[in-house]
């Protein structure tokens, strides 16, 4: 995946060969406070498309103005005021509502945690709503909701500047054209509209790892922004166990970072070093999970996290739990059958049956997944593990030209010349 977090010096709050003190700041500002501001002046303006212009332009500014003046007493206050101000210059320049325009500026804001709570979630759910395209969905969510530019959401989707642009435009578009209300959904589509914005989240959790052309190590920014998101659906939405198990999935798999990447290097599962393990995100990843078991509404968020506490419990690999990964999988298959789910279920099944059970279910994957170079590595641990030496060979050799990320590349070729 791209390595968005290896930002240009245009780039701001991502720091750069061009970044100051008030960098980092800034970067805190945007994530905590771009969504708030966003949603306040869409209620304030009636138009998303300008609210969401209009906090992108503040943020150019306040990394321009920062870096000269200093960071202001309030940052979050001067975001705001001057996304509003650009939000009344278009107005004016567009000669739109000019005799509004005195009654908009002197409005003051609110000041109540709950409501910039619900604001934020309103804004994320919009921008993940159905009507969108998948891709729309995850772009318009980095730019309204995570405050970031173009250039870094291309890299983090793996795209162009210019096509991320207008997949943020018709997306917008299509928000206004279609009416799609800025809220947090009730009622019977409740569950199915929470699973997909928190599928979102987990997509952007992804995107921090495994560039194409790059080496193991993730970009903290992007996977901090996901880990930040999902901590803020979890509090805005106490009693939606999901909520809270995609939050204490990411932090299992976060705790793990230090450990999965050496020196730009791939490490394993099994290979890695415990003792490097987070033991702080650790212990948030389970109250996490436990807030979840507590709320009695079992789902697939709970069912990956309990996955990766069997992970997290065990001192090293071989005392895995491997016939409660499996049971756990076998549960998770109820709700979500997707094909990576049953790949990573058939990893499983050969630590408990042995590798002729697992690859009879590799197979089985063929037609779905023969495209995905995973499919062709796990396939090749099995047959090496029957000693069909060459079998495995051809299979790892398959998976080195599907996959463009150095690390990965690196780890095959490395399996390849033993």
């Known amino acids: 995946m791209t390595t968005p977090g290896a930002a240009s010096p245009g780039d701001p709050a991502r720091g750069g060969a061009a970044s100051a003190p ?26 998303f498309d300008l609210a969401e212009e209009s906090v992108a332009e503040a943020v150019v500014e306040a990394l321009r103005e920062w870096r000269v003046r200093g960071i202001p007493p309030k940052p979050g206050a001067w975001l705001m005021q001057a996304a509003r101000h650009n939000a009344l210059d278009r107005l004016r320049r567009e000669r739109v509502l000019r005799d509004k325009v005195a009654l908009l500026e002197a409005r003051a804001e609110p000041d109540d945690g709950a409501r910039v709570m ?3 979630l309103a804004l994320l759910f919009g921008c993940c ?16 909701i995570c405050g970031l530019t173009t250039a870094q959401i291309a890299r983090a989707t793996f795209s162009t500047e210019s096509a991320t642009g207008q997949r943020i435009s018709r997306a917008k578009r299509k928000i206004v054209a279609s009416g799609i209300p800025l809220r947090v959904p009730e009622g019977t589509d409740a569950a199915e509209r929470l699973d997909l914005v928190l599928t979102v989240v987990s997509v952007m959790y992804s995107a921090a790892h495994f560039a194409p052309g790059g080496d193991a190590t993730a970009d903290r ?20 166990a999901e909520a ?3 939050c204490a999935l990411l932090q299992f798999h976060r ?3 230090d450990a999965r990447a050496v020196d730009g290097e791939l490490i394993l599962l099994g290979d890695q070093d415990r003792t490097e393990w987070d033991a702080a995100l ?30 997290a419990d065990a001192q090293s690999s071989a005392d895995t739990d491997w016939l409660q990964v499996l049971t756990l999988y076998d549960m998770l298959l109820r709700c979500d059958r997707t094909p990576v789910v049953r790949l990573n279920r058939a990893v499983a099944l050969a630590e408990v049956e042995g590798p002729d059970a697992a690859l009879a279910e590799v197979a089985t994957l063929e037609e779905s997944l023969s495209g995905y170079h ?11 593990q029957l000693g069909r030496g060459a079998e495995a060979t051809a299979s790892d050799l398959r998976a080195l030209e599907l996959t463009a990320n150095e690390a990965e590349r690196r780890l095959i070729a490395a399996r390849l010349a033993r």
Not at 374 to 384: D, E, K, S
């Open 255 to 257: 705790a793990r970072e």
């Open 374 to 384: 995973l499919w062709h590595a796990v396939r090749a641990h099995f047959l090496r």
């Open 22 to 47: 008030s960098d980092a700041t800034l970067a805190r500002v945007v994530r905590e406070e771009s969504a708030h501001i966003t949603a306040a002046l869409t209620a304030s303006f009636r138009s």
């Open 221 to 240: 920014d992007l996977a901090e922004d996901a880990l930040w998101l999902a901590g803020v659906i979890a509090a805005a939405l106490p009693r939606a």
């Open 282 to 311: 650790l212990a948030s990843a389970r109250r996490s999970l436990e807030r979840a078991a507590t709320l009695r509404r079992p789902g697939r968020w709970q069912l990956h996290a309990a996955i990766a506490a069997c992970h």
């Open 129 to 144: 709503h159905p009507a969108l395209a998948p891709d729309s969905q995850l772009a318009l969510t980095l730019r309204a």
């Open 118 to 120: 619900d604001e934020r």
């Open 244 to 246: 809270h198990g995609l």
